[in-house]
């Protein structure tokens, strides 16, 4: 190579120096994306506490709302539903019309296990002859409306007289089945109503087509036969329909206590089901609306942390049967005594 020419720069020269300032801006970038991220997820944090502490708030005032006064009941160690099987007595009624009659067109009596997390639930025909010392014979429909009623009569305002007749029914269902049962509650059938249609109505096979009218309670059950979604309306046409106006597709109380069976099996599936969770805000408050409880507000809490999650395979419903001679429904002997050996047995395990 001659003086005159001109040496070229070494061919690394030219490569070195982009690296470091290109490195750099990649780790500001990711310094970036990871302060966003943090940032969202603590501000979805904060969000998801918000709801909970709003939730629990909700429904703490419906089930104070629901339930008796804590300061009035103690509830002695190992006692709770939590650790001890619990005996209850249910009763629902129809407030929307015939100007608030206190008939409980729907009886049951429950054993819940907080070991198993199981329960065993008995239907009991409304027109159910029930014979127990102490009381006087009459319908098991008719039995919450006398206590009430005889409450009034001695002097008692209508809130001491509905704890009244709640105490008379523990104690009579206690002898009748042979079990304790430690609560009872009574539920307004719009609660029921309230609640399938919160859950987005339940899917049930119609048995037969139901059509009834009737003008003087306002009754108006049109129903075709086959498997559906039924709203809260609907729904509660379904578990009650006894007849169509021609007489025709007529329906005893043994089926409709398998149709609430059938119901309530499917709404706890329901409450179980992801949509349920996320609902049980709205379910409480439509509940709490409707349903009062002798049980400490405390205890219902429990009750809802052992059970929730229960589903149609962890209940057992059991439909009393028997033989209809105007005016009473004949229990069959031994059905019920299946029935209350399946209760005790419950509360035994």
Known sequence: MSQGSTSLPPRT????????????KKQKKKRSIL???FVLLFGLLLIVAAALVYLVFKTDDAIKQIGADNNTVVIPEGES???KAVGLVIMGLDSRTHGGGLNTD???????????????VVSIPRDSRIDVDGYKTRKANGYYAAFYNTAIKDGMKKEAAHAEAKRHMREMMSDFFGIDVKYSAVINFQGFVDVVDVLGGVEVDVDMRMKY?????????DLQKGLQVLDG???????RYRQSNDGTNMSSDFDRNKRQSDVLGALADKMKSLGGIAKIDKVIDAVGDNMT????SSEIKAMIASYFGMGRSDITFIPLEGDWKSPYVYLDDQKLAEARSALQAKMAE
């Open 213 to 221: 009218k009737s003008k003087a309670d306002g009754t108006d059950i």
């Open 233 to 239: 309306d609907d729904a509660l046409d379904f578990v």
């Open 106 to 120: 729907v009886m049951m009596v429950a054993s819940f296990n907080p070991t198993s997390k199981t329960a065993t």
């Open 13 to 24: 020269s030219s490569r070195q120096t982009p690296s470091k300032p290109n490195k750099q």
């Open 35 to 37: 302060k966003t991220f």
């Open 293 to 296: 409880m002798d049980m400490p």
């Open 81 to 83: 539903v939590k650790e």
